[in-house]
Nanobody, 119 residues
Framework: QVLLVESGGGLVHAGGSLRLSCVAS????????MYWYRQAPGKQRELVAT???????NYADSVKGRFTISRDNAKNTVYLQMSGLKSDDTAVYYC?????????????WGQGTLVTVSS
């Protein structure tokens, strides 16, 4: 079982910055990729950023150059540094990971943290 707890959301003016954190409990953090998703009101959940076990990263086109995902395996924590925030970035941000076993996989989600960007 993996428990993910996000923090760091809040209200920020357009152009501002926030850093989200996600602490994972349970085993296997360093051996698995971590993901940040977001869901804006009335929209589907979308993948924002991914970080692999060796630190490789991928970003949605909408956040490239503005967001940075990183991880600290010693702290079982993944971060999302967000800068140049826009009103379109307003959403609930979720931390996500998977555990793959023979014949099945399990997905884990945090409770989400709300980011509101005022224009």
């Amino acid at each position: 079982q993996v428990l993910l707890v996000e923090s760091g959301g809040g209200l920020v003016h357009a152009g501002g910055s926030l850093r989200l954190s996600c602490v994972a409990s349970g085993s296997g953090f360093s051996n698995n990729a971590m993901y940040w998703y977001r869901q804006a009101p009335g929209k589907q959940r979308e993948l924002v950023a991914t970080i692999g076990t060796f630190g490789s990263t991928n970003y949605a086109d909408s956040v490239k150059g503005r967001f940075t995902i990183s991880r600290d395996n010693a702290k079982n924590t993944v971060y999302l540094q967000m800068s140049g925030l826009k009103s379109d970035d307003t959403a609930v941000y979720y931390c996500h990971t998977k555990r793959v076993f023979p014949g099945r996989s399990l997905e884990f989600w945090g409770q989400g943290t709300l980011v509101t960007v005022s224009s």
